[in-house]
């Protein structure tokens, strides 16, 4: 950043603090009556500097009394004809008492004394456009904020949703996955240390990688494969896996752990004790920024009804959820459950 690009990033942030900003509206102001004086009056400049010291200091105390009393008590209870009456009253006190002071001031100077005099009348204009642009203008501050604060607020509400998620689809992976690897290691199996090594790296992508909102579709490819070859090494050939890709798959962005839920449902709910032998197709389709997902796998004919039923349990809920989160419109989700096989097809469009 350079030297003029910092002192253009300090000055913005120094205006946008409120002291700041209503110290110079009223030196503007200030300097703004004080040349229309000197111009219509041909008075001195110390003459014209305290006439107008007078005048913001009663307009200053009309403007801040409009904003800190009338606006809440009335204007936003909807009450307007009473905020309308207080805010021409409090310009109908402050005009004549300004017209006084000053003419007071200006003792010694009669003709200035006559000129006060008559222009009381049109000052009464100035003093209720000033009023009144302090209340559009504090209306409009006040809408501005209530929109930011909404949508921090639902930024924010997002963003704990979407973790709470997250974080109930880790542990239930890791938690089936170290239950088989207990079941391998009670049994000495050779395949425990391809089990580990396998699942070290999944490990990795979870914990550093899926922080992000938004992940490249090739790691999430990559972790997928992971996980079938972890579940081959697991089924031990019993279980037909196919995972098939299509298209261009390279830098495209996508929100991690997006499938595993349904694929993780495949081996969980789908296979079950029943089937000595069974199958599960993936087939991932991308092209462009449109993305295909299709699972089939097989599940036994006569599996027991309160199992069935869980295979739209937790992780799918969780996963409907996360995509109304983060594809809101832009994805489609279709689940067949027929008597030999369950199929899901997720069409999303990625970032």
């Not at 300004?98 to 100077?109: D, P």
């Not at 005099?117 to 000033?130: A, D, R, T």
């Not at 924010?156 to 290691?185: C, G, V, W």
């Not at 938004?214 to 081959?232: C, D, G, Q």
């Amino acid at each position: 950043m350079t030297l003029s690009e910092n002192i253009t990033n300090r000055l913005l942030r120094l205006a946008s603090k409120r002291p700041v900003r209503h110290s110079l509206f009223w030196a503007g102001l200030f300097v703004l009556y004080s040349l229309v004086e000197m111009f219509f009056t041909q008075q001195g400049f110390f003459y014209t500097l305290s006439n107008n010291v007078v005048r913001l200091i009663l307009l200053g105390m009309a403007v801040y009394y409009n904003i800190y009393v009338l606006i809440p008590r009335y204007l936003a209870g909807k009450k307007f004809m009473p905020y309308i009456g207080f805010l021409l009253l409090t310009v109908f006190i402050v005009t004549p008492l300004e017209a006084f002071l000053i003419y007071a001031k200006s003792g010694s100077q009669p003709d200035m004394q006559a000129t006060v005099l008559g222009s009381l009348n049109w000052s009464f204009l100035p003093n209720f456009f000033i009023l009144g642009t302090s209340t559009v203008v504090k209306i409009t501050l006040d809408w501005y904020t209530n929109i930011r604060e909404r949508q921090e607020l639902v930024t924010q509400t997002m963003q704990s949703e979407l973790r709470f998620l997250k974080s109930q689809i880790n542990p239930h992976f890791l938690f089936n996955t170290l239950n088989s690897l207990y079941a391998l290691t009670l049994k000495k199996s050779e395949l425990a240390p391809d089990i580990v090594l396998k699942l070290s790296e999944m490990m990795r992508y979870m914990l550093y990688e899926c922080n992000e909102k938004w992940v490249p579709l090739s790691k999430e490819v990559n972790y997928i494969a992971n996980y079938l070859e972890l579940e081959r090494l697991r089924q031990g050939g019993r279980v037909d896996i196919c995972f098939e890709v299509q298209g261009s798959v390279s830098d495209q962005k996508i929100a991690p752990l997006m499938f595993i839920p349904f694929i993780e449902n495949c081996f969980k709910h789908g296979l079950g004790s029943q089937l000595t032998r069974g199958f599960v197709n993936i087939r991932l389709e991308v092209r462009g920024n449109e993305l295909d997902l299709q699972i089939e796998n097989s599940k036994a004919e006569s599996m027991p009804k309160p199992l069935h039923h869980r295979s739209g349990g937790i992780g799918l809920v969780n996963v409907r959820r996360r995509l109304d989160l983060l594809y809101p419109n832009r994805y489609q989700l279709n689940i067949e459950d027929s008597p030999n096989s369950y199929r899901v097809n997720l069409k999303l469009l990625l970032e």
